[in-house]
């Protein structure tokens, strides 16, 4: 036990990190996860206009080209998007952006800080 508590205590600091930006071009949505091992026991459905077009696991990418327009984009913690029911060890997260894509991508970063919080923020 005496072993486990350092460890505990370096894995609590941690949060993850930021994936390189794919490129990409014309209309299109894209959810980049974060790599790192704070939360990388949940994957996260992403949704374009409430229709699930992915999940997203810690490092992993969900994109869709879409026509310009206005859409919402919403992540939800997997397991509780698929059954309605909350995971041990992934909480009742769901997140939505509304926004107007043109002819230029639109890019969101999901990650997760030190403290347990889930990020989904518009990056471009």
């Known amino acids: 036990m005496k072993h486990f508590l ?3 205590a370096v894995l609590a600091g941690c949060s993850t990190v930021p994936q390189p930006i794919t490129r990409v071009d014309g209309p299109t949505i894209m959810v980049i996860r974060d790599t790192g091992f704070l939360g990388s026991g949940c994957d996260y459905a992403v949704f374009l206009n409430d229709a699930r077009i992915g999940k997203v696991a810690a490092g992993g990418t969900v994109s ?3 026509k310009p327009g206005e859409y919402s984009v919403r992540i939800g913690s997997g ?3 698929e059954t309605g029911k909350m995971g041990a060890l992934c909480g009742n997260i769901t997140m939505t952006h509304f926004v107007k894509v043109d ?3 639109v890019i969101f970063r ?3 800080t030190s403290t347990g919080q889930v990020i989904f923020d518009r990056i471009r």
Request: a neutral charge; zero cysteines; charged letters at 15%.
């Open 110 to 112: 999901m990650g997760i």
């Open 6 to 8: 350092p460890l505990l």
């Open 64 to 66: 869709v080209v879409v």
């Open 103 to 105: 002819k230029n991508p």
């Open 79 to 81: 397991i509780y998007e």
